[in-house]
Each structure stands twice: as structure tokens, then as C-alpha cells.
């Protein structure tokens, strides 16, 4: 009994439980389709509803057409009228009586105008007739004339804004045969149509001089009966106050959105007609909406497969970059989430190393953005290998990389880590014939059981890449709770910076350029130098990346080339340098800064020599090269300063104006240890004269170093041996005083100590 009487229980929670199933996948459907219809219905009413609107539209255009017809059919009365041949004589001499007998007995009882004037060569009403009795408003006709007058002599600029003129008139300046306006007139919207009596010839020849026949119609009762007559616009009127209901109204406005008559009509709306032809079409779509269900029943089960596969790709490209394949930002930050809680629950620690490319961006600009993609490819390949099965790489966008691994917290082991990553991202690559080598920064962040969330270990990895980055690239940080100080340092420094920038707070110094044997001074280099009011003075090392960084070096630069030009004004005889940085040069108002600069200090530009470094010039080989062309056209000269310790490609070489190279102080420091670095002096200097430019070498401290260069066939030289950077006034008194700063001389070191 026990067991019989469990069957039919189970059987009806078997049925109730497939009902609910049915019920929760036909609830849905049928909220879709109801919807559906209701999206129907309401289309139909919109449509019905944008067909009214048009319907209006197009009537309101009928009806501003209509009157500007009759605006233009008066015109052509009044021109009808005076076309006789005596007219031009008969009204120039004002016979009265044949203007009342042609002008007023026609255009009024004939042609039904309200208003007939005649106004003569002095704007003043000779004749005025008016179809009823005078209205006081009318008083002065002439007034009310005056846009119409004023129109035919020539005397406007502008047709006025509070009229409308129905015909063009191409030369507002010049004299003119007829005007038609729609205004208002005595306080009423009304038809004006003006014509100068005499020929184009007589009017041109007398600008003031040729009567005026004018005509003036209301825009009344009669006028509208007849336009809503022709135009099947029922019960057309105009109208000052509110319009009854069901009523359309429009306006006719001035330029200036002045109106000048208001209209009301009962408007014919085809929504009607519309909502009882789409009927049958309702009908028949709520049909096939019920037809759908059955389908949609039909194949529930492969469309509800079909939609897991679909959710299971597209959160797979959510998730992942699409040119690499790698996890991207919200995988990453979902996965170090999760890194997080396992080692606050006593897991082992783990480290997120924040990788960003040096000089990709280089790559984009100058191969293109298909082999920065490969490039891409490349650097996740690298990656991939050199990190454990376990770890998480991802690419966070653009050039940037991240990688949370399980791995000891101390600094030998993630410096270690971080080393593979260098040298495995730093190796040449070969991609479509082109050789490229690219650096990496790395910002390390630790993970341990006092880690908070995933954005803050971010934020600690992004400021350690930041210190990374501004100790020179291709090298890791790890993260301390020191850099938080030293970024607010850093801001607090470049706020100061920036003030410092635009109240004239900083300091230029001048290292001395000479010539092979180093007895003559041959140029200066200008060199920017900060004494900060309270920690004293900062290095050019620790305020110059800050500069870039922030783009303050766009204002530096402007006003370093400025005070060098001011300073070297006085010294006729050297050549003046000054460091141009990449941000500065790619503007595009450089070029007219510089000869803005120049003009101001009157300073002759053949003696202004600016030094570029070939990053400044990657990426942006096309407007370089016009701006240098630009700059050389006046005579300012260019050197390529740091030669050898970037890409040094001949291509720069060849291609820009270069008038000197400058080789870099590492290669001079290491002449006497490095047989290679003395080969590349002597490569260098070659290479510069067989193209035809100078030589300078940089950072020469002694006098084997100078013999050195000397014999090298280096053409200047600069260096503490013959100079530190010195203010402007030391400058001057060494070209004074040129013995007691000679190579040799007992007193030099004293000298250039001062």
C-alpha cells in the first residue's frame, strides 16, 4: 500500500515539475511576443503620427510659398502698370493726373491693392492713395516705405531683419530695378512691391534720383480665402491670439525671428486612413507571431546550446587581447583578485611584474602597425616560455604587460625573475626583413597577507615601472613604501617646476665649445640650471625627466632658446647651442616659435645651432624634415647630439640637414680603457667628414683624452678639461681675458674653477 500510493505522488510532482518548466520558458516568449505586438502598434501610431507631421510640414511650406507668390504677382502688377511707354516720363515730372488715372485707377479698383504711393527722387510721397479710409498709422508713409526705398537706392548692407525679401537681390550696394518684402506695414502683415521707374541704365546712372511706384496689400481674409482655396487648406485665417483646438498654426519670421503674421488652418491628417489600412496587416502578424512560438518551442533545445556556445566565445574574447590571445585587463584583475585572497588565506606569497616596452611606440610610427602587432606576437611567445605553466601573462593594452606569479618575496629572487624577462624581451627580433630591438621596464609589486586589492598592487607595480622608467629604462624596480614619497615629491617638484618656468626662476649656464687644439672658444652649449627656493639647488638629471614627463619642457625649452639668444647676443663671435627635446620639436608651431624667438632678440640665426637627438626624430620623418628645411633656410644650423648610443641609423644622416654630430661623452670616457670605443671615435669622425659635417666630441675631462680626439681629427671639443658650465658673465670675461683660460696656462684650473 505504501509503495502504491508513492507512484501516483511521484508521477504528480513528475507532471507539476515539467509544468513549471513549460510555464518558465512560455512566460518569457509570450512577454516577447506581447511586447512585439505592442513595438507593432505603436510603430503604426508613430508612423500615423510622422504622417501628420509631414502632411503639416508640407502645408505650411504650400502656404509661405503661396504668399511669396502673391508677393511676386504684385510685383509684376505694378511693373504691368508702368511699363507704358510715357511712364517714365509722366511719373519723373509727376503728372498727377496720369498717375491717378493709371497708377491709382488701376492698381487699386483693378487689381485690389490697399495702398498706391508715389515717391519721388527725394524719398518723399508725391502721391498716396488708400483703398479706405487713411489709417492713422500710416501717417508717415514714407517710414513705412523706408526698407523698400532704402533696398532700390543701394543704401543697405543687409536686407533688414525683420522682413522678408521674396526676390534675390545680388548687390546690395548697387542701385536696384524692383523689390518685393513681406512686412509688416501700419502695424499689419502686408505685400510690398517697389519698382524705380526709367530704365536699368537711367536707374544705375542716378542712384538717388528715380521715382519709386509702390504697391501695398494686406495679408487679410480675402488674400487667405483665396490662397486656402487654391492650396485646399480649409478655413485659413490669421490669427493674434491662442488657436482654436485642432488647429495648426505657423508663422512667418524676420531673419532676426521677429514675426510678422501668424496663421491657422484645420490641418488634414491621413493617420486615419493609415491606421485603418495597416489593420489587416496587425492581424495577420499577430498570426505569425503564434506560429513562431510553435517554432520556437520546436527548437528550444538547439537554440539554448547554440547560445552556451556563443556565451562561452564571446566571454572568451571579453576576456582575452585579440591580437595576442593573452588574458587582458579584467581577466588579469580577476585573476590577481584571486592570487590575493589565496595568500591572505596562508597561502605562499606571489609578485606581479608590471613589463612595459621601451621604444614600441617608435616601432608603430616608423614600420607600421602591422609589424608592431607581429612585434606583439613576438614579445608574448617570449614571455609564454620564459615563465612557469602556472603563471598569469596578460597584456593590459598598448605596450604594457603584466604577469602575476607564486614566487619568494625577496629581492634576489624577483630581481632574478625579472632579469629572464629582460634578456628574453631585449633579444634582437627579425620580423619581414627588418631587425629590431626594443627595451623593458619592469615595475614589482609584492603580494603578501597585508595586501589589500588588486588596484592598489597595481598602483604599487605602476610606480615602481615609474622608477624604473626614470632610472633609464630597461631595468626592474621593486616596489617601497619610499615611492610614494618620492612621487609626491616629484609632483611637489614639478608644481615648483612650472612656476619656476613662468616667473623667469631659472638659470642658464654656458660649457664652453673650442676648437681641436683647445685655445679658442668656438660656441657655447646653454644648459638649464634650477635653485629651488628651499632645497636648494636640483640637478638637470632629477628636473629635466620631470619636465618631459609632464610636458613642461615645452615651456623650458622656449624659454632656455630665449635666454640663450638674449645671453649670446653679447658674445658676436660663438656659435650658441641649445638642446631641443623631441615633445618640443614634433609641435607644429616649432618652426614659427623659433623665428619668433629670433626676431625678439634680434639674434643672428647663423649662429644658432639646435641639437637633436635621434629619438626626436622617429616617427616623425615627413614634419622633421620640412621643419628643418624651414630652419636651415635661414641659416640656423642643426647638430645630431648623443650620436652612437641610439638607433644611428645613416638614414637620419642622409636624409636631414645636419650640419654637425656630436659624439656622445661615454664613448670619449671609455677611449683609453675600450680599443672598440676609440674604433667607433674614429668611425664617427669619418663618417661625419665624408658627409661633409662637423665633429664635436663631448665629456673630455684630460689631456689624453683631448690628444687623442685631436689626432682622431675631431673639429671641437667640449668637457671640464677646457670648462664647466659658467654663467653668461664668466663667458664674457673668459673672451675677454682668452690667456688666462689657454690649455698650458699656470692659472686655467684657478680660472675655470671661478
Not at 634650477?530 to 619636465?547: L, Q
Not at 627635446?581 to 649662429?607: C, G, H, K, M, Y
Not at 676609440?678 to 662637423?694: D, E
Request: net charge neutral; proline share 4%.
Amino acid at each position: 500500500m505504501v509503495t502504491s500510493a508513492r507512484a501516483p505522488i511521484a508521477e504528480q510532482h513528475e507532471v507539476s515539475r515539467w509544468d513549471r518548466a513549460r510555464a518558465g520558458l512560455l512566460v518569457p516568449i509570450v512577454v516577447v511576443i506581447v511586447v512585439a505586438i505592442v513595438c507593432i502598434i505603436v510603430a503604426v501610431l508613430a508612423l500615423a503620427q510622422r504622417a501628420d507631421t509631414v502632411e503639416f510640414r508640407r502645408e505650411q511650406q504650400l502656404l509661405r510659398q503661396a504668399v511669396a507668390d502673391r508677393d511676386a504677382r504684385l510685383l509684376r502688377e505694378v511693373e504691368s502698370v508702368i511699363a507704358r511707354p510715357d511712364a517714365a516720363t509722366a511719373i519723373g515730372n509727376y503728372d498727377r493726373q496720369w498717375v491717378a488715372r493709371n497708377l491709382g485707377a488701376l492698381l487699386q479698383p483693378f487689381f485690389g491693392d490697399d495702398v498706391v504711393a508715389v515717391i519721388d527722387g527725394t524719398d518723399k510721397v508725391r502721391y498716396a492713395r488708400f483703398a479706405g479710409p487713411r489709417d492713422p498709422a500710416a501717417a508717415d508713409l514714407a517710414a513705412e516705405l523706408a526698407d523698400s526705398v532704402d533696398l532700390l537706392r543701394g543704401r543697405l548692407k543687409a536686407v533688414p531683419g525683420d522682413v522678408i525679401s521674396v526676390i534675390s537681390i545680388p548687390d546690395l550696394s548697387k542701385p536696384g530695378q524692383r523689390t518685393a518684402l513681406i512686412q509688416r506695414f501700419t502695424n499689419q502683415p502686408a505685400l510690398v512691391a517697389a519698382v524705380a521707374v526709367g530704365s536699368n541704365v537711367e536707374v544705375a546712372g542716378a542712384k538717388a534720383g528715380a521715382p519709386i511706384v509702390v504697391a501695398v496689400k494686406y495679408i487679410d481674409s480675402n488674400v487667405l480665402r483665396d490662397i486656402g482655396r487654391r492650396l485646399q487648406i480649409p478655413d485659413l485665417r490669421r490669427i493674434d491670439g491662442a488657436p482654436a483646438t485642432g488647429d495648426e498654426i505657423t508663422a512667418i519670421v524676420g531673419r532676426h525671428g521677429g514675426t510678422i503674421a501668424r496663421f491657422a488652418w484645420r490641418p488634414f491628417r491621413p493617420s486615419r486612413e493609415i491606421i485603418a489600412s495597416v489593420l489587416p496587416f496587425i492581424a495577420v502578424a499577430i498570426a505569425g507571431f503564434a506560429l513562431l512560438l510553435g517554432l520556437i518551442m520546436r527548437y528550444m533545445r538547439r537554440t539554448t546550446q547554440t547560445i552556451a556556445a556563443g556565451e562561452i566565445r564571446l566571454r572568451h574574447l571579453a576576456l582575452h587581447d585579440p591580437v595576442c590571445g593573452l588574458p587582458n585587463r579584467l581577466y588579469f584583475g580577476e585573476r590577481l583578485e584571486s592570487v590575493i585572497n589565496e595568500v591572505r588565506r596562508g597561502g605562499p606569497s606571489a609578485a606581479v611584474f608590471y613589463i612595459d616596452l621601451d621604444h614600441f611606440k617608435d616601432v608603430n610610427d616608423t614600420l607600421g602597425h602591422h609589424i608592431g602587432d607581429k612585434l606583439i606576437l613576438n614579445v608574448t611567445r617570449r614571455l609564454s616560455r620564459v615563465m612557469r605553466g602556472d603563471d598569469l601573462v596578460a597584456r593590459l593594452g598598448g605596450d604594457e604587460f603584466a604577469i602575476v606569479t607564486i614566487c619568494a618575496s625577496d629581492s634576489y629572487s624577483l630581481q632574478a625573475i625579472a632579469g629572464r624577462i629582460i634578456a628574453a624581451v631585449c633579444a634582437p627580433y627579425a620580423i619581414d626583413g627588418n631587425n629590431i630591438i626594443i627595451g623593458a621596464s619592469i615595475g614589482i609589486a609584492t603580494i603578501d597577507r597585508r595586501a589589500r586589492d588588486a588596484a592598489d598592487i597595481l598602483r604599487y607595480a605602476d610606480m615602481a615601472l615609474y622608477r624604473a622608467k626614470n632610472e633609464g629604462r630597461n631595468r626592474a624596480c621593486i616596489y617601497d613604501a619610499a615611492m610614494d614619497a618620492d612621487l609626491s615629491h616629484r609632483k611637489l617638484l614639478e608644481g615648483d617646476l612650472l612656476q619656476a618656468v613662468k616667473n623667469d626662476g631659472l638659470d642658464a649656464a654656458y660649457q664652453p665649445i673650442v676648437n681641436a687644439s683647445g685655445d679658442t672658444v668656438v660656441g657655447v652649449e646653454a644648459l638649464a640650471r634650477w635653485t629651488h627656493p628651499t632645497a636648494g639647488e636640483i640637478p638637470p638629471a632629477d628636473f629635466i625627466p620631470i619636465a618631459e614627463h609632464s610636458g613642461i619642457i615645452v615651456e623650458l625649452g622656449e624659454w632656455m632658446l630665449r635666454r640663450a639668444c638674449l645671453d649670446g647676443a653679447g658674445w658676436p663671435d660663438l656659435t650658441v647651442a641649445v638642446n631641443v627635446s623631441p615633445l618640443q620639436f614634433r609641435r607644429s608651431d616649432f618652426v614659427e616659435l623659433v623665428e619668433r624667438i629670433l626676431a625678439e632678440t634680434n639674434f643672428d640665426p647663423n649662429r644658432l645651432e639646435l641639437e637633436l637627438t635621434e629619438s626626436t626624430l622617429l616617427g616623425n620623418l615627413e614634419t622633421a624634415e620640412l621643419s628643418m628645411l624651414r630652419l636651415k633656410a635661414i641659416g640656423v644650423r642643426f647638430a645630431l647630439d648623443d650620436f652612437g648610443t641610439g638607433y644611428s641609423s645613416l638614414l637620419y644622416l642622409r636624409r636631414f640637414p645636419f650640419d654637425k654630430l656630436k659624439i656622445d661623452s661615454s664613448f670619449v670616457r671609455s677611449i683609453e680603457k675600450a680599443a672598440d670605443a676609440a674604433a667607433i671615435v674614429h668611425a664617427v669622425v669619418s663618417l661625419g667628414r665624408g658627409l661633409g659635417m662637423k665633429v664635436t666630441a663631448e665629456g673630455v675631462e684630460n689631456a689624453e683624452q683631448h690628444l687623442f680626439l685631436r689626432a682622431a681629427g675631431v673639429h671641437s671639443m667640449q668637457g671640464f678639461r677646457f670648462g664647466k658650465p659658467v654663467p653668461a658673465g664668466a663667458i664674457s670675461a673668459r673672451l675677454a681675458s682668452p690667456d688666462d683660460y689657454r690649455v698650458g696656462s699656470p692659472d686655467r684650473e684657478i680660472a675655470l674653477a671661478s
